[in-house]
Nanobody, 119 residues
Framework: QVQLVESGGGSVQAGGSLRLSCAASGGTFSSYYVGWFRQAPGKEREFIGRIARYLGTTYYADSVKGRVTISRDNAKNTVYLQMNSLKPEDTAVYYC????????????WGQGTQVTVSS
């Protein structure tokens, strides 16, 4: 069973950047698909993007494409979410999730990390 811990959230001004980390323990992380999601107050959870296991192919939601990059360091059992040109509407709790079988439905979730973007 995989445990996920997000970190790197915080407060930043609009136009700034943040890099979130998703550290995993308890499994062979390189064999897991990893997705990033976010949830703003009063809104549904939103898919941001994902990275495939092994080769690390990435896919991004249109809403963030061009502003975010997902990468993974399998030696460190960590996946990263680099976010640039942040906007106030990016304010949310950000979650990573993982699954060993499919990139479309995730079994394991982290506790989330808060990102607040001020104008």
């Amino acid at each position: 069973q995989v445990q996920l811990v997000e970190s790197g959230g915080g407060s930043v001004q609009a136009g700034g950047s943040l890099r979130l980390s998703c550290a995993a323990s308890g499994g062979t992380f390189s064999s897991y698909y990893v997705g990033w999601f976010r949830q703003a107050p009063g809104k549904e959870r939103e898919f941001i993007g994902r990275i495939a296991r092994y080769l690390g192919t990435t896919y991004y939601a249109d809403s963030v494409k061009g502003r975010v990059t997902i990468s993974r360091d399998n030696a460190k059992n960590t996946v990263y979410l680099q976010m640039n040109s942040l906007k106030p509407e990016d304010t949310a709790v950000y979650y990573c999730a993982a699954d060993s079988r499919t990139p479309n439905q995730y079994t394991y979730w982290g506790q989330g990390t808060q990102v607040t973007v001020s104008s």
